[in-house]
């Protein structure tokens, strides 16, 4: 089992719809979360993080964190052509373990005009 | 604020020959991290540092790669012999000084062939 998986996509959303991308992980102590955008040839670029239970919004992106349940999740509303990237999602295990980062594949994504 | 920076951008080279990637990290982020991803996958860790100390290098190929950091800044990843299987972009990321936090930022990569 991979301690972070991801859908590998794509996912199509239609241009203004809302993107939903799930995300979990095997690592129950896990402490700290991120979203990052990689568009095709680039490298990673951080969007969010998320720490605790429950929602975290920053413009037309929302975390949702549900450590129980072992699963991130990100929302993207009103998505754009240029939201068509892969998410990836990353977890900072448990604090014995700063630092080592394990990301999930990625999921992605494709809005469609 | 300058981003994290990388050299060379691309580097073609042919099997059994040495490569040296270069990283300068975001000024004041004391965490470097070192990772590589492969074509469709996730980035893999390879090393971090917190400033000068290597504290993670579990998932480093140590017969063939080595880096170090010197002075707690910039850092260098080397691979010798290079394989095939080395050919990935290799990814520096840093963090800064925010315990707990470790949001990376990373660099834009160093695409490496590996013929």
Same mark, same amino acid.
């Given at each position: 089992?991979?301690?972070?998986?991801?859908?590998? $996509?794509?996912?199509?959303?239609? #241009? $203004?719809? *809302? !993107?939903? =991308? @799930? +995300?979990?992980?095997?690592? &129950? $102590?896990?402490?700290?979360?991120?979203?990052?955008?990689?568009?095709?040839?680039?490298?990673?670029?951080?969007?969010?993080?998320?720490?605790? @239970?429950?929602?975290?919004?920053?413009?037309?992106?929302?975390?949702?964190?549900?450590?129980?349940?072992?699963?991130?999740?990100?929302?993207? &509303?009103?998505?754009?052509?240029?939201?068509?990237?892969?998410?990836? +999602?990353?977890?900072?295990?448990?604090?014995?373990?700063?630092?080592?980062? /394990?990301? $999930? !594949?990625?999921? /992605?994504?494709?809005?469609?005009? | 604020? %300058?981003?994290?920076?990388?050299?060379? &951008?691309?580097?073609?080279? #042919?099997?059994? /020959?040495?490569?040296?990637?270069? +990283?300068?990290? *975001?000024?004041?982020?004391?965490?470097?991290?070192?990772?590589?991803?492969?074509?469709?996958?996730?980035?893999? =860790?390879? *090393? &971090?540092?917190?400033?000068?100390? !290597?504290?993670?290098?579990?998932?480093?190929?140590?017969?063939?790669?080595? %880096?170090?950091? =010197?002075?707690?800044?910039?850092?260098?990843?080397? *691979?010798?012999? %290079? #394989?095939?299987?080395?050919?990935?972009?290799? =990814? +520096?990321?840093?963090?800064?000084?925010?315990?707990?936090?470790? #949001?990376?930022?990373?660099?834009?990569?160093?695409?490496?062939?590996?013929?």
């Amino acid at each position: 089992q991979k301690e972070v998986e991801q859908n590998s $996509g794509p996912l199509s959303v239609p #241009e $203004g719809a *809302i !993107a939903s =991308l @799930n +995300c979990t992980y095997s690592d &129950r $102590g896990s402490q700290s979360f991120f979203w990052y955008r990689q568009y095709s040839g680039k490298s990673p670029e951080l969007i969010m993080s998320i720490y605790s @239970n429950g929602d975290k919004e920053d413009g037309r992106f929302t975390a949702q964190l549900n450590k129980a349940s072992q699963y991130v999740s990100l929302l993207i &509303r009103d998505s754009q052509p240029s939201d068509s990237a892969t998410y990836l +999602c990353a977890v900072n295990p448990r604090v014995d373990s700063w630092g080592k980062f /394990q990301f $999930g !594949a990625g999921t /992605q994504v494709v809005v469609t005009p | 604020e %300058a981003g994290v920076v990388q050299s060379p &951008r691309y580097k073609i080279i #042919e099997k059994k /020959q040495p490569v040296a990637f270069w +990283c300068n990290p *975001i000024s004041g982020h004391n965490t470097l991290y070192w990772y590589r991803q492969n074509l469709g996958q996730g980035p893999e =860790l390879l *090393i &971090r540092y917190e400033n000068e100390e !290597a504290v993670d290098d579990s998932q480093l190929p140590k017969d063939r790669f080595s %880096a170090e950091r =010197l002075k707690g800044v910039d850092s260098t990843l080397k *691979i010798q012999p %290079a #394989e095939l299987g080395d050919s990935a972009v290799y =990814l +520096c990321a840093s963090s800064p000084p925010n315990a707990g936090k470790y #949001e990376q930022y990373f660099g834009p990569g160093t695409r490496l062939t590996v013929t």
